[in-house]
């Protein structure tokens, strides 16, 4: 199901272990600020926990009219009835995903360099993309190496027009320069917990994408 950029939430919200909240909560407020696109990642959990936290967190976001997609596993994105699951490079085959999937549910995959650019637009079964780091970040374990804005550009072209989402330290500040590389929106986690502030720091990114020039 491709998705039109131009109609879709810009600003992708995933939730991430280690805070005071729960992924449950972190759900919460994040609907609460208005997050239109809710990516559940939870890392190092036993599958019932992980199941469990997929229901609660996926009937969250759909009361609140949001999108929710499971990092990482595509039988727990099936089994909570999940909107879709996206995919790391060490994680399942997109294709063997997507058959498992079916068409309506969203399928994105990780890009870190040209190969996976162009391997992601050859599978031709994938909606999205997660492209970057654009610069270093402590949230991933084993982090690729940093593209910054100028590698990430790069590698747009060899898409195929798939839409990219940038990853990776994303800050407001740079999302002007990432819309006009033509970037379809930015994934975000770490810098929307800040001082607790989850309703103002999701405000200061899709106020500022919304400003910015295309």
């Not at 809710?38 to 009219?65: D, F, S, Y």
């Not at 798939?162 to 006009?180: F, H, K, M, S, T």
Request: aromatic share 4%; with cysteine.
């Amino acid at each position: 199901m491709p998705l039109d950029p131009d109609h879709f939430p810009p600003v992708m919200a995933l939730t991430m272990d280690g805070l005071g909240l729960s992924h449950a909560d972190q759900a919460r407020a994040l609907v609460a600020a208005g997050a239109g696109w809710i990516q559940l990642r939870m890392k190092n959990a036993t599958p019932e926990t992980w199941l469990a936290t997929a229901r609660e967190v996926v009937a969250i976001c759909h009361e609140g009219g949001a999108l929710c997609t499971i990092n990482d596993n595509v039988e727990i994105a099936i089994a909570s009835d999940a909107d879709g699951v996206h995919l790391g490079k060490l994680d399942e085959d997109w294709i063997a995903a997507r058959a498992r999937l079916g068409p309506e549910k969203l399928l994105g995959g990780t890009v870190n360099n040209a190969e996976d650019a162009r391997r992601a637009a050859g599978s031709h079964v994938l909606d999205y993309v997660g492209i970057g780091p654009l610069r270093f970040t402590t949230t991933k374990q084993k982090l690729a190496p940093v593209l910054g804005l100028e590698g990430i550009a790069a590698l747009l072209p060899l898409l195929d027009g798939l839409p990219a989402w940038a990853i990776g330290g994303v800050q407001p500040a740079d999302l002007p320069a990432l819309r006009r590389a033509r970037l379809a929106g930015v994934a975000v986690s770490s810098s929307l917990y800040l001082n607790n502030q989850v309703s103002a720091n999701h405000a200061a990114f899709t106020a500022t994408w919304s400003a910015a020039s295309s």
